[in-house]
Structure formats: C-alpha cells, structure tokens
C-alpha cells in the first residue's frame, strides 16, 4: 500500500486527537473546526480505501490475508465519522474526548494496517 499515505493518516490522527483532548481539557464540546479536522482526516482515509481496494482488484495481496485487510480498511474509514457522531450526542468535553479517542483508534488501525499489508505471510 501507499506507505505515506499511512503514515500521513496515522499523524493527521494523532493531530486531531491532541486538539480534541486540548478541547476536552479546555473543558470544551467539538465545534466546527472540529468537524472540519474530521472531514479533512475521513477523506485521507478514503482516498488509503480507494488505493486498498484499486490494489486488491489489480491483484496485489496484503501478507496477512484479503479478508482481514478489507476489515481493517473498513474499521479505519469509520472510526472517525462514528466518533464524530456519537460526539454531537454529547456535547460536553466527553464528546471531544470521544473524538479524541476515536482518532486514537483510527493511528493504531493504520499501523495495523501497515502491518497486515507489508507482512509475507511467514
């Protein structure tokens, strides 16, 4: 897979989860920019799911297995919208802690991903 597109997302996300914990220690709900921190994180991850799944048809396998390749591309493209969504339920500082907390999530997925897709198998 695109390795820097991996590594781009796993720093957008640590990014956005220290300005959501700065808010939720701030004692702050999410706000707009916020939202648009989000946005920005959720597209990167689509773009690394339309590479994963163009690399997939082209016939390149992940190391570890097809299936749980896709599980975890899945898992990463909806840690972040889910997070964000639960947080407008909630808003106090815990809904900017889910954020942070789901783009936690979304840093160790990618490393996982990378993982899954550099390993040979052995």
Same mark, same amino acid.
């Given at each position: ?8 997302? +796993? ?9 959501? +914990? ?12 916020h939202f648009i921190g989000m946005a920005v994180v959720t597209?990167? =991850? ?19 297995g097809t299936v749980l390749f896709v599980a975890y591309l899945?898992? $990463?493209?909806? $840690?972040?919208?889910?997070?964000g969504m639960l947080s407008l339920s909630e808003r106090t500082?815990? +809904?900017?802690?889910? =954020? $942070? ?6 840093? =160790? ?14």
């Amino acid at each position: 897979m695109l390795d820097a597109l991996t590594v781009a997302i +796993g720093v957008a996300a640590l990014a956005l989860a220290a300005w959501c +914990g700065h808010a939720a220690w701030r004692d702050q709900p999410t706000k707009d920019w916020h939202f648009i921190g989000m946005a920005v994180v959720t597209v990167l =991850v689509l773009a690394q799911l339309a590479v994963g799944l163009v690399q997939l048809g082209r016939g390149e396998k992940p190391g570890q297995g097809t299936v749980l390749f896709v599980a975890y591309l899945l898992g $990463a493209f909806a $840690a972040v919208p889910v997070a964000g969504m639960l947080s407008l339920s909630e808003r106090t500082k815990w +809904g900017s802690v889910t =954020v $942070a907390a789901g783009a936690v999530v979304l840093a =160790v997925l990618e490393v996982r991903l990378y993982d899954i897709w550099g390993t040979t198998g052995a």
